[in-house]
């Protein structure tokens, strides 16, 4: 409470059991000052002597400027008084509204406990949003991965056969007939004489290869004949016999594939790439020649087209023998080795290019049965006439 003495500033003063909120600021301002004005006129005074006689002392003026520069001070700490009660207030009442319209708590208690404000985490129940794994059945498309199959090129065994043995000292030859086939179907009616010549019924072909197997015949590759005269190994059969099929024509799947199938035998089939690449008509596509690969039939070199390797220069004969190397290579995934000369014709330049690119021999249109290690490049043959009835095909063959 301030003392209030003047009836003029009572009522201002008023302040005695009534709530700091209703003090009138100006009321204190005023009570303030009217205080410090009377304090200064009886501070430091010796009562007045009222007695008969005494000498009234006379009142010390005072200094202006002293007393502006007191009240001056007791009015700035008098506003700073009101201030400071005025921002607590504020301050208070701000404290104990609501923290924001989700958190009804005062903020006082919300920002003490803010750590346990992490209600947040009821957001977290968008985390059965997680059920979007169900998303993760988007990886049965994944089954888009059995493209995977084209892994069906790893057929490539690129163990290739065994590399070419080095030639021991050993001269050595074999008598091993290396039988020539070119149709195995019924030539047409208005065929000329070299499709006759060429053409061996699907009958003929099946009653010679059962004399073969009945006589005790047994197939060999290429492969073996060049191991057994290069090394001696492997050892060869009692009767062994090479069948072979030149141009790659779809009788060749079709009627005697089957029958060699049938009796445990096997057969060289030396193709035109080019021909074969292109699907025409008449000849046997890859599907096929994979198929018979697969088997256990060698698939070989005739060449990119039905053209004369004689007489060609170097690159002519890179451009004919490297291709169709590669292109069997990449479709069956292995390497030939062999190469049929086209219409029997070569040159010392032909064995030569085909020796650069790793040929290990070369089969020629030359009657006979003599198989010799010298000439690997110049393998003999016997060609199967289609006019041959059995007699003829058993009696050149039992004499070759």
């Known amino acids: 409470m301030l003392p209030c003495d003047d009836n003029a500033r009572r009522r201002y003063c008023t302040v005695q059991n009534s709530p700091l909120t209703w003090v009138s600021v100006h009321g204190i301002l005023r009570c303030a000052m009217g205080n410090e004005v009377k304090g200064k006129k009886t501070r430091g005074r010796k009562p007045a002597d009222t007695s008969p006689g005494a000498v009234q002392p006379q009142a010390e003026p005072q200094t202006p400027s002293l007393q502006a520069v007191r009240r001056s001070l007791r009015l700035a700490l008098a506003l700073a008084g009101v201030g400071l009660v005025l921002l607590c207030s504020v301050a208070g009442a701000y404290a104990f509204t609501p923290y924001s319209t989700l958190d009804q708590r005062p903020r006082v208690v919300a920002l003490l406990q803010t750590a346990t404000y992490t209600p947040t985490s009821t957001y977290t129940p968008t985390v059965t949003l997680t059920p979007t794994s169900t998303l993760t059945p988007s990886a049965t498309p994944i089954p888009t991965d059995t493209p995977i199959p084209t892994p069906t090129f790893t057929p490539s065994p690129t163990p290739t056969p065994t590399p070419l043995p080095t030639p021991d000292s050993r001269d050595r030859e074999f008598y091993i007939p290396i039988l020539m086939y070119h149709y195995i179907s019924v030539p047409p009616e208005d065929a000329d004489v070299y499709r006759k010549d060429l053409s061996v019924s699907p009958q003929s072909f099946r009653e010679q290869m059962q004399w073969l197997k009945d006589s005790g015949y047994t197939t060999i590759s290429l492969y073996d004949l060049i191991y057994a005269l290069n090394i001696g190994w492997p050892p060869l059969p009692n009767r062994p016999i090479i069948i072979t099929f030149d141009d790659g024509y779809v009788d060749n799947y079709e009627n005697a594939f089957p029958v060699l199938r049938e009796l445990g035998f096997t057969g060289s089939f030396f193709i035109l790439t080019d021909v074969t690449d292109r699907a025409q008509p008449g000849y046997m596509t890859w599907d096929m020649l994979k198929e018979m690969h697969a088997a256990g039939m060698d698939i070989e070199v005739h060449g990119r087209e039905h053209i004369d390797y004689s007489g060609r220069d170097y690159d002519w004969l890179v451009y004919h023998l490297l291709g169709p190397l590669q292109t069997i290579e990449a479709n069956l995934g292995e390497r030939p080795r062999f190469l049929a000369y086209t219409s029997g014709r ?31 490049f110049e393998m003999p043959r016997i060609r199967i006439r289609g006019d041959w009835p059995l007699s003829t095909f058993t009696t050149v063959v039992a004499n070759s």
């Open 346 to 376: 070569y040159d010392e330049l032909v064995i030569q290019v085909a020796q650069e690119f790793e040929y290990w021999g070369g089969l020629t249109t030359i009657n006979g049965s003599l198989q010799t290690k010298a000439a690997p």
